[in-house]
C-alpha cells in the first residue's frame, strides 16, 4: 500500500530564504507526483506536475525534483515571501494511471516578514 | 473555464438528515472525485468515476455514503442519514484522461454535523 510522508510537518523561516520542502512515497511505481498548495479555508492549487519519466519541473520561483527510484521528491521555494504562506501538499498517482492521488499529510509553511 | 465548482460551500447540518453535496467539473475533464479531508486523516479519496461511471468506490467508509454521476457536467455525494463523525472538508477534483493528469480541485465544502 502506498504511503506519502512530508517533512518537515512544520516550518517557520524569515522572509527571503530558500527552502526545501521534502516528500517520500513507499512505492516507487508511481506515475506522477503533484505538489498542491492548500490556504486555510481554501481548496487545493495545483503548483507543479511532474510525470514518472521526469526528474524535475520548474514554475517560476519553485522547483520540483523527482528520484522515483529513492521514493523521494523535494519542492524548493527560492527567495520566500509572506505570501508563500500555506500548507504545501504532495501526492502521487499510481502506475496504472487512474488518476487516484495518494496525499501527505502536508508541510505548513509560515514566512515571517 | 470558472475551474471545479462545488456548492454549497459551507453546510451545516443535524444528526440524522440527509445531506447532499455537489460538483461541476471542468468542461472537458472524464475523470471526476471526491475527495475527504480531515485533521486525523488528511485528504482521503472516496470515489472516483471515469466517463460517467464509478470506477472504484473503495474509499465511501459506509453504506451511508453514495455518489452519483448523471452526466458530465454534474456529480452528488449524498450521506445519509448524517453523523457526527462526518464532519470534515469535502472535495471534488477533475481530470481529463488519459491525456493530461493534472488535478484541479474545487473550493471544497465543508459539513458540519452536529
Known amino acids: 500500500k502506498q504511503e506519502v510522508t512530508q517533512i518537515p510537518a512544520a516550518l517557520s523561516v524569515p522572509e527571503g530564504e530558500n527552502l526545501v520542502l521534502n516528500c517520500s512515497f513507499t512505492d516507487s511505481a508511481i506515475y506522477n507526483l503533484q505538489w498542491f498548495r492548500q490556504d486555510p479555508g481554501k481548496g487545493l492549487t495545483s503548483l507543479l506536475l511532474i510525470q514518472s519519466s521526469q526528474r524535475e519541473q520548474t514554475s517560476g520561483r519553485l522547483n520540483a525534483s523527482l528520484d522515483k527510484s529513492s521514493g523521494r521528491s523535494t519542492l524548493y521555494i527560492a527567495a520566500s515571501q509572506p505570501g508563500d504562506s500555506a500548507t504545501y501538499l504532495c501526492?502521487?498517482?499510481?502506475?496504472?494511471?487512474?488518476?487516484?492521488?495518494?496525499f501527505g499529510q502536508g508541510t505548513t509553511l509560515q514566512v515571517k516578514p | 473555464d470558472a475551474g471545479v465548482i462545488q456548492s454549497p460551500r459551507h453546510e451545516v447540518t443535524e444528526m440524522g438528515q440527509e445531506v447532499t453535496l455537489r460538483c461541476k467539473p471542468i468542461s472537458g475533464h472524464n475523470s471526476l472525485f471526491w475527495y475527504r479531508q480531515t485533521m486525523m486523516r488528511g485528504l482521503e479519496l472516496l470515489i472516483y468515476f471515469n466517463n460517467n461511471v464509478p470506477i472504484d468506490d473503495s474509499g465511501m467508509p459506509e453504506d451511508r455514503f453514495s455518489a452519483k454521476m448523471p452526466n458530465a457536467s454534474f456529480s452528488t455525494l449524498k450521506i445519509q442519514p448524517s453523523e457526527p463523525r462526518d464532519s470534515a472538508v469535502y472535495f471534488c477534483a477533475s481530470s481529463l484522461r488519459p491525456e493530461g493528469t493534472e488535478a484541479f480541485f474545487g473550493q471544497g465544502t465543508r459539513l458540519t454535523v452536529v
Open positions: 501526492a502521487v498517482s499510481g502506475s496504472s494511471n487512474t488518476g487516484k492521488l495518494i
